[in-house]
């Protein structure tokens, strides 16, 4: 594997915060070395010098800077993440989205580094329980759910809905897994009519937040831990003027917005951390 040299590896950690905003710290070279050797040889780069001017020229097609980009990101997700926090979705966050979508007709939900699904699609698999327990299978159409990313190939399994053997097991339930799922050869295919439910785009959290409409649930979990403060101030304050008052940004377990930003009103559901847009 090709090693980094210190200049190399100040132009490449710019290359990655400019790109993604993935800040790495002082000492990340082995993460740019793994993560991006096959692209160095596929390239026929012969140094990060070269692949650094190759991907900068480059940079107007997009191609290459795609691929940095897919590589460098942690796509880490599982079914249920955390039950702490799906304990909050499913007793409290999914009977207030369902209220809403039954006393004002909409409700809106952001997964806002989906992955490859999981989250958009555990969200999904709760609110279609709930409104069948309800006895009013129609609200589902009033909840619009959508999940974006910045890595092509993570939303291409999200919107592909097929999981293998290994993704299927981390967090889901056989009861749920028998009612949402069927196999195909060595894949789990999620239910093709539900899956159809959430809109997944690409899309990066460093761009403007222009949407047709504000959200009311926010799932940002697991990405702000890779930004750097400056990003995490700058996110929060573009999260916050896309929730509607009352709504609610829930961060991963170890993320936090405290430091960062005053839009927020911090609560605590059992152990979670609830932030409730002022
Ligand atoms: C560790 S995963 C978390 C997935 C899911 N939210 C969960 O909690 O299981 C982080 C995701 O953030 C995405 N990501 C990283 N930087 C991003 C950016 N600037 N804009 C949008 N998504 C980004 C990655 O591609 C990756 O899929």
Redesign the pocket.
Known sequence: MLRITEPEYILMKKYIEEH???YLEKDKEYLIESRLADLLVETGCGSFQEFHLKARSEDHTGELRDRIVDAM??????WF?DKNAWDYLKEAAVPMLLNLAAETGEASVW?????TG??AYSLLMLLDEAVKERGQPSLLDKIEITG????SS?LTSAISAQYDNIAIKRGLDREIREKYFHKSGNLWLFDQELKKRVRFEK????NDFIFPDNFDLI?C???SI?FSDTFKRELFSKMAKVLKPGGVLLL?ATESLREFSDDFEISYYKSTVINTRK
């Open positions: 993604c905003g993935i990101t942690t796509n880490e997700t599982s993440r997964s806002a580094a989906a992955s999981q989250e974006t990313d910045i890595s993570a899309f990066n959290l460093q799932l979990r697991y990405v890779y991963g």
